[in-house]
């Protein structure tokens, strides 16, 4: 072997740099030089024999991944890629989570704090929450559909039962990992949507001879880190967050990776004869290659997938941030996040203890289901009754989900639940989000035209409009439906009822009063007065709602995202 | 194969165009942002301060509340916070009387955070006992501060000229009428009695000296004031002379005695003859 030098002095110093750059590439790929890969690329069959298989027996990371796959199975149709997607999310909140780890603090003390500065004092601070924030529901969403296309397609049969055991696995620890990030800004909606995660580990069912309340007692002071959610919760959830679940879920992502390589993608049910698995005999003339065609293809769905979720976290959506925990304040309807949602509709059907019970004897029942379930086809046709079992949980999921929505919540007083329209506690609001300098001090009537201020007409139109949901007429008012009212029950204590809710205020006046209390300091005040029928000296509801509006707390910005327009 | 390498190709550079859109317009919003988390911390704050801090301080933070027509000190107990004196200046009016050497900021937040010693102001934050959480405390702090405008600092209150010795105001106008019977009250509405304890009661005092025989003591304090001259310096300058002994041990230097006395028995200056008609017993 020549030294550099003595090749210099043979080829010129242009051929041999670009003879070492090509041996560098070629260690690289661990076998493809720059020829190979441009081939590769252009399209050309490889020379022999063929470079572009060594990488997946020399390599540490081509060999993760098998040479070729069987033609039927690189098409959208049966896999929908979302396996993949599923493993593209996760290494995508792997990233976005370290950079938004280096500057937050798990400490309530700061933890919130960090957040303000994260969105006001970071570079791209809050593109990166977005994208952490969107790319964690979109991979619950992912996996969930992944899920639910293997047991379509029959997939979890024999020989996939262990791959199916943990890919549910692997979704519980997906539902884990988003909901224990949930905490972590330490704002009232991360605060209470984990206390009452936390309320149903406290009703939990316990072992028989266990005293419930020690049981579940402990394990509710284990989860929350002391007697109440504080320093040594915080704590704890962020450690499970970026380091127990993350590296469990790495653990079952390889055991379930290397099943899905070493039985090979099952093919579409059809393309098989029943009973048979051909999904490792592909015949050559079957084969996709991995380089280029799968490589290409996946760095296509990696661009794109990039763009969307970009994109997305740009214009589309911004992470929610609501005002700092607080545990004394409980926010009037606390939401649990959309994919546990359907767990609140379970609440309002059965006891407590056993929808907590329910839940992991469910994921019990998922994960050994591929060893009960023995059917021999995976063929549509033959498989009636479990593709019919899985639409009826399909819709029921989706109606538990309804039902947990606010659609069915429990209604506060009918004053309350106005203001809460209007002025809420938390994120904005049509009336929140009218510019500071169009909503001049004042007082203001629902429903009022304010002229040349359509801002404030149209907040002031959804005032009407709210009031016209929670209010009921005794007097004939036409703006009002008639009161409903239970006649039997004493006038004193009577509840109205119209059209649209249950508890409402007859014959109410309402205002807004605008008031500047400091330079770029406004208290905009709501009042309502119902006076009671049995008594005209007496209100039935007199009450206030304040908020404050500065003028420079974005409300309007935030308005563009919330599905309303300000 | 092509067709997916130039979707592809095309993804990542719109991608790096979006990334590029999104690293101009940061600047703008970065400092969106950062007025937002200020404007929302004035919000929380106010929502605090109505709760908390108005029934002493007043709802619009000018304790108007608690002065009556003829300008005395009635129900609450707070000093204004709307004021000219709190907010405007560098270092303020209070800040220079109690020698606070740190911010403006830092002077209303540990105000809130620790209390006022030897007034009714409690501690607030949980650090040192209170109600009130870190951030909760930053809360009010915006929120008070934010009064400052440029109307309210416009113009400098005048303060009252307070003759250099003693003499000289109770030869004033202001000073010739001494009434000891509202004096005795005056003790008690300007919190004197607080840490001087009831004059009729010997040992009754918590914090500064008893003043039952401040009319005898007070001629053999300081060298060249009689009793009356003493106690006029030491309302006005409580660190002009500190006395040695205080029921909880030697006396803290400065002084804990407020500074805040010459600007508020400023705002009623006969009330100074008040006081020493009472305390000096004649």
Request: proline share 7%.
């Amino acid at each position: 072997m020549a030294t550099i030098f003595e090749q210099i002095q043979e080829m010129g110093i242009k051929q041999t740099v670009i003879t070492k750059l090509d041996e560098t590439v070629e260690r690289l790929t661990v076998g493809m030089n720059i020829n190979d890969i441009r081939s590769a690329l252009r399209g050309d069959e490889p020379r022999r024999p063929n470079p572009r298989l060594r990488p997946h027996a020399d390599s540490f990371w081509f060999h993760i991944r098998p040479s070729f796959y069987h033609t039927e199975v690189t098409h959208i149709y049966p896999t929908f890629r979302l396996g993949w997607l599923s493993t593209f999310m996760f290494v995508w909140e792997t990233i976005t989570g370290i950079i938004l780890m280096v500057f937050y603090t798990p400490s309530p003390l700061v933890a919130y704090s960090n957040m303000w500065n994260i969105l006001g004092n970071v570079p791209l601070g809050q593109l990166m929450r977005n994208m952490h924030r969107l790319g964690a529901e979109v991979m619950v969403l992912v996996v969930a559909l992944h899920m639910l296309r293997t047991y379509i397609t029959g997939s979890y049969k024999k020989p996939r039962q262990f791959t199916w055991a943990t890919g549910v696995i692997l979704l519980l620890f997906t539902a884990l990992l988003s909901f224990s990030g949930y905490l972590l800004p330490w704002d009232q909606l991360s605060y209470w949507a984990l206390t009452v995660f936390l309320s149903g580990a406290e009703a939990a069912p316990t072992p028989p001879g266990i005293d419930p309340d020690v049981f579940n007692g402990n394990v509710l002071l284990i989860a929350q880190g002391g007697p109440a959610l504080g320093a040594g919760g915080l704590l704890r959830w962020y450690l499970l967050h970026v380091l127990l679940l993350p590296l469990l879920t790495g653990i079952f992502f390889f055991v379930h990776y290397y099943k899905v390589v070493l039985y090979g993608i099952s093919l579409p049910p059809g393309r098989e004869e029943i009973g048979e698995d051909t999904a490792k005999r592909v015949p050559r003339n079957e084969r996709t290659y991995f380089t280029p065609d799968i490589a290409t293809n996946e760095l296509m769905w990696s661009a794109l997938t990039t763009l969307f979720l970009v994109a997305g976290s740009l214009w589309l959506w911004d992470a929610p941030l609501e005002t700092h925990a607080d545990p004394v304040v409980t926010p009037l309807h606390v939401v649990a996040p959309w994919y546990l949602s359907w767990s609140q509709g379970w609440l309002k059907l059965a006891d407590k203890t056993l929808v907590i019970g329910f839940i992991p004897l469910l994921l019990v029942a998922f994960i050994v289901m591929p060893y009960f379930e023995v059917g021999k086809s995976r063929r549509y046709a033959d498989r009636r009754i479990a593709l019919t079992v899985a639409a009826l949980f399909f819709t029921f999921m989706l109606v538990s989900n309804w039902m947990g929505s606010p659609e069915f919540r429990v209604n506060s007083s009918p004053d309350r639940e106005v203001s809460i329209e209007l002025l809420p506690e938390e994120g904005t609001s049509a009336m929140l989000g009218v510019p500071y300098d169009l909503m001049p001090e004042g007082t203001y009537l629902p429903g009022q035209p304010i002229s040349g201020n359509p801002h404030l007409t149209y907040a002031l139109e959804e005032f009407q409009a709210a009031m016209y949901r929670h209010s009921c007429t005794l007097t004939g008012n036409s703006t009002w439906y008639e009161c409903v009212f239970d006649e039997s029950t004493p006038i004193e204590t009577r509840k109205y009822s119209n059209h649209f809710s249950d508890d409402v205020m007859p014959d109410p006046t309402a205002q807004l009063v605008v008031e500047e209390i400091q330079p770029g300091l406004k208290k905009l005040t709501l009042k309502y007065k119902a006076v009671s029928p049995a008594n005209p000296e007496e209100f039935l509801i007199d009450a206030e709602w304040v908020k404050y509006r500065h003028a420079d707390s974005n409300y309007e910005t935030e308005c563009r995202f919330a599905n309303k327009s300000c | 194969m092509q067709v997916k390498i130039v979707i592809g190709t095309v993804a990542f550079m719109l991608t790096m165009m979006i990334l590029g859109f999104a690293v101009l317009r940061e600047p703008a919003r970065l400092s969106q942002y950062t007025d937002a988390a200020k404007g929302r911390s004035i919000e929380a704050g106010a929502h605090i301060f109505e709760n908390n801090c108005a029934t002493c301080h007043g709802v619009d933070g000018d304790a108007t509340e608690c002065y009556n027509s003829a300008g005395e000190q009635v129900g609450c107990q707070g000093l204004p916070l709307n004021n000219y004196d709190l907010l405007c200046g560098d270092p303020t009016y209070r800040m220079g009387t109690l020698n606070w050497a740190g911010t403006k900021e830092d002077f209303v937040k540990t105000t809130i955070s620790a209390g006022r010693f030897g007034t009714v102001m409690p501690v607030w934050s949980e650090e040192f006992g209170g109600p009130m959480r870190p951030d909760q405390v930053q809360n009010v702090t915006d929120f008070v501060l934010n009064w400052e405008s440029e109307d309210l600092c416009a113009n400098e209150p005048v303060r009252y000229a307070w003759p250099e010795a003693a003499a000289d105001y109770l030869a004033s106008a202001d000073g010739s009428a001494g009434d000891a019977t509202n004096g005795a009250e005056l003790y008690v509405t300007y919190g004197c009695s607080g840490c001087h304890g009831d004059t009729a009661l010997e040992g009754s005092n918590a914090v500064g000296p008893w003043l039952g025989d401040i009319a005898d003591v007070g001629n053999t304090r300081v060298d060249g004031l009689d009793a009356a001259g003493y106690v006029y310096q030491s309302i006005l300058d409580p660190n002009a002379f500190i006395v040695p002994d205080c029921p909880t041990g030697p006396c803290a230097s400065p002084s804990a005695m407020p500074g805040t006395f010459a600007a508020r028995i400023g705002s009623n200056p006969t009330d100074m003859a008040d006081l020493l008609a009472f305390l000096l017993g004649n």
